[in-house]
T-cell receptor
């Protein structure tokens, strides 16, 4: 079934540890995004990539990095996790500017 | 920047109609999306408006007034499975056409 796969589904991480959240899509979408979702704050954009080889900063990029080596994969890395990064992380993709986002099932991350 | 407001929570009865309002302020409006999100799941696309007027899709309709910075999502013939959060999201040219989401409206459908 075509779509976006995120891994892991959930993770408990000690503060200070490095963590990479994986995201793979098989729809050949050019654009991919990482959002975090926190209660009362909605979905906030962390980083995005309009096409393979390019990335950009979203609304809340600090403490996160991304790479886009190919069309399908868009990993999100927390270099040194902090408790404020406890959240649900959603990866998304779309075909173009006016097309809807397709979301992965999310990664629930708890930083202790 | 952008400011997107929608009510936090609404309650309605099965079979009834509920209207979820969304107001926004942007400098380069380029489309508004509505998503549905069930608890613990990913958001799924419901509707898209870029021109003024009403878009109808079965039991769900979405309305846009660009001059008023206003949209609503109308859910008719409510079913228990419609209990979910509904997210309003605005695309803004001045923000590189990225989507900015409101905080979401949680709708609880009661029997």
């Amino acid at each position: 079934i075509a779509g976006i796969t995120q891994a892991p589904t959930s993770q408990i991480l000690a503060a200070g540890r490095r963590m990479t959240l994986r995201c793979t899509q098989d729809m050949r979408h050019n654009a991919m995004y990482w959002y975090r979702q926190d209660l009362g704050l909605g979905l906030r954009l962390i980083h995005y990539s309009n096409t393979a080889g390019t990335t950009g900063k979203g609304e809340v990029p600090d403490g996160y990095s991304v790479s886009r080596a190919n069309t399908d994969d868009f990993p999100l890395t927390l270099a040194s996790a902090v408790p404020s990064q406890t959240s649900v992380y959603f990866c998304a993709s779309n075909e173009g500017v006016n097309s809807p986002l397709h979301f992965g099932n999310g990664t629930r991350l708890t930083v202790t | 920047g952008q400011n997107i407001d929608q009510p936090t929570e609404m309650t309605a009865t099965e079979g009834a109609i509920v209207q979820i309002n969304c107001t926004y302020q942007t400098s380069g409006f380029n489309g508004l999306f509505w998503y549905q999100q069930h608890a613990g799941e990913a958001p799924t696309f419901l509707s898209y408006n870029v021109l003024d007027g009403l878009e109808e899709k079965g039991r769900f309709s979405s309305f846009l007034s660009r001059s008023k910075g206003y949209s609503y999502l109308l859910l008719k013939e409510l079913q228990m499975k419609d209990s979910a959060s509904y997210l309003c999201a605005v695309r803004d040219r001045s923000a590189g056409n990225k989507l900015t989401f409101g905080g979401g409206t949680r709708v609880l459908v009661k029997p």
